[in-house]
C-alpha cells in the first residue's frame, strides 16, 4: 500500500516537501478487518489543524504514519460478516491507495442515486456541517437573511443553498468572479472580500443586503468576521464553523476590533464541531440526500488526479484553487 505521512509539524504554510510518500506491506487481514481499495479522497481544511503537533479537538497526525481522512472506495477482502468484497464505504483511512481498517470503523454507502464521492462533500462530512451550522447552531428561521463565507466551497456551497431555500436575502463572499458567477446562478448576492479593508467589505456587504443578517456563517475570520460584525441584526446569530484565514498564522493575530458589535446587537457567536453531532446524519441524509440526488441542489467538484496529487491539493485549499468539493481521484476510480 502506499500512502503519504508529514516529516515534520510545520510551522505557517507547509511546503511540500513536509509530505512524504511511503510504501507500507499490509499484514495479513485478521477477524473482523477489512481491506479496501480507495478511490477517492478528501482534502480538508481541518487537516492544518492535525499537523500543529497538539491536540485540539483531535489527536494531532503522527510523523510517519499513514495521515488519515476521509475516503470512499471498494471494499477487496474482507473478514467482517457485515462486508463483501464489491461493497461501496466510506471510511476515514485516506491519503492513501488501499486501507486496512476494523470492520467498526468502516460505512455502507447509503442507497442513493449520487455519485460515491458525493459522500466526501455534499452527503458526507462538508454537507452535514453546514446543515448542522445552519440549524442546530444558527437556528435558522425562514426569512432570516444569512452571511456565509467561503461560501462556494465544500461546506459553503450547500449553506448558501439551504437557506436560500427558506427565503430572506442570502449572501456569499468567495474570491474568484467563477465562484461569484456560481453564486449568483443560485440566486445568491455574492461579494468579494479580498484585498478590502474591513471598512470596505462592510460598505459591500450593507449595500448587498441593507438591513443586515440574522446569520453570519463563518468558515474564514478575520477581516470578513469583522466586516460581518458591523451588519448585524438584532439578536443575529454567528456559527462558527472555521476561521481558515488563520490556520496557517505563526503569530497570534489581532482580534476583530469591533468585538462589542455582540453586545451592540445582542447578538451570540458559537462554535460547533460537526463530529459531536453526527447521531443526526441519518436525518441529514434522509432530508438532504434525495434533493441531491433529484437535482434539486448544485454541488461542485474539484478534481485532482492521482496519489501524488494529494499534498498539493490540500494546500490548494488555502490559495482558494477549489471550487466546491475538493477531491483525490485515485486510479482505480
Ligand atoms: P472549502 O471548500 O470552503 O475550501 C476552502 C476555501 O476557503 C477556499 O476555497 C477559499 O475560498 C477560502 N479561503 C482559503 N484561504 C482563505 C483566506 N486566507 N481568507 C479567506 N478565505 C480563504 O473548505 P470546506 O468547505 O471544507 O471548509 C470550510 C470551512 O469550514 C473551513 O474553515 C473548515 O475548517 C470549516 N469546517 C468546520 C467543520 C466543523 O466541524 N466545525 C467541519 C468542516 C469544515 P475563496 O476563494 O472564496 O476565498
Same mark, same amino acid.
Request: glycine fraction near 12%; charged fraction near 20%.
Given at each position: 500500500s502506499n500512502f503519504y505521512t508529514i516529516r515534520e509539524y510545520p510551522q505557517g504554510t507547509p511546503a511540500l516537501e513536509v509530505f512524504e510518500r511511503q510504501q507500507q506491506e499490509l499484514p495479513e487481514l485478521q477477524d473482523g478487518e477489512v481491506r479496501i481499495r480507495n478511490n477517492w479522497l478528501s482534502v480538508d481544511p481541518y487537516m492544518r489543524g492535525r499537523m500543529s503537533g497538539v491536540t485540539t479537538y483531535i489527536e494531532p497526525f503522527t510523523l510517519g504514519a499513514p495521515l488519515e481522512g476521509a475516503a470512499v472506495g471498494e471494499v477487496i477482502e474482507s473478514r467482517d460478516t457485515r462486508f463483501?468484497?464489491?461493497? #461501496?464505504?466510506?471510511?476515514?483511512?485516506?491519503?492513501?491507495?488501499?486501507?486496512?481498517?476494523?470492520?467498526?470503523?468502516?460505512?455502507? &454507502?447509503?442507497?442513493?442515486? =449520487?455519485?460515491?464521492?458525493?459522500?466526501?462533500? =455534499?452527503l458526507g462530512m462538508p454537507g452535514m456541517t453546514a446543515w448542522t451550522g445552519l440549524n442546530t447552531i444558527a437556528e435558522m428561521r425562514d426569512g432570516d437573511n444569512v452571511l456565509v463565507s467561503a461560501a462556494s466551497g465544500a461546506v459553503g456551497s450547500l449553506a448558501v443553498q439551504l437557506a436560500k431555500a427558506?427565503?430572506?436575502?442570502? =449572501?456569499? *463572499?468567495?474570491?474568484?468572479?467563477? #465562484?461569484?458567477?456560481w453564486l449568483e446562478s443560485q440566486g445568491i448576492k455574492a461579494v468579494d472580500y479580498r484585498n478590502r479593508t474591513a471598512e470596505e467589505l462592510t460598505e459591500a456587504l450593507q449595500a448587498a443586503c441593507p438591513d443586515g443578517f440574522d446569520i453570519y456563517y463563518e468558515n474564514v475570520g478575520g477581516v470578513c468576521l469583522e466586516a460581518a460584525?458591523?451588519? *448585524?441584526?438584532?439578536?443575529?446569530?454567528?456559527?462558527?464553523c472555521?476561521?481558515?484565514?488563520?490556520?496557517?498564522?505563526?503569530?497570534?493575530?489581532a482580534g476583530p476590533a469591533n468585538l462589542a458589535m455582540i453586545l451592540i446587537r445582542r447578538a451570540r457567536m458559537q462554535g460547533f464541531i460537526v463530529f459531536e453531532h453526527w447521531d443526526q446524519y441519518p436525518r441529514f441524509i434522509a432530508e438532504i440526500g434525495p434533493r441531491v440526488a433529484a437535482g434539486e441542489i448544485s454541488y461542485?467538484?474539484?478534481?485532482?488526479e492521482g *496519489?501524488?496529487?494529494?499534498?498539493?491539493?490540500?494546500?490548494? &485549499?488555502?490559495?482558494?484553487?477549489?471550487?466546491?468539493?475538493m477531491l483525490v481521484r485515485l486510479d482505480s476510480a
Open positions: 463483501q468484497p464489491g461493497d #461501496k464505504v466510506s471510511h476515514m483511512g485516506g491519503w492513501r491507495d488501499v486501507a486496512q481498517l476494523s470492520g467498526d470503523a468502516v460505512t455502507t &454507502l447509503p442507497d442513493i442515486a =449520487v455519485p460515491e464521492q458525493a459522500y466526501l462533500g =455534499v427558506r427565503g430572506g436575502t442570502v =449572501v456569499g *463572499l468567495a474570491g474568484s468572479q467563477a #465562484k461569484r458567477d460584525l458591523n451588519c *448585524l441584526r438584532v439578536g443575529a446569530r454567528i456559527a462558527v472555521g476561521m481558515i484565514s488563520r490556520y496557517n498564522d505563526t503569530e497570534p493575530a461542485t467538484e474539484t478534481v485532482r *496519489l501524488d496529487a494529494t499534498p498539493q491539493a490540500f494546500l490548494e &485549499l488555502f490559495e482558494g484553487a477549489n471550487q466546491g468539493k
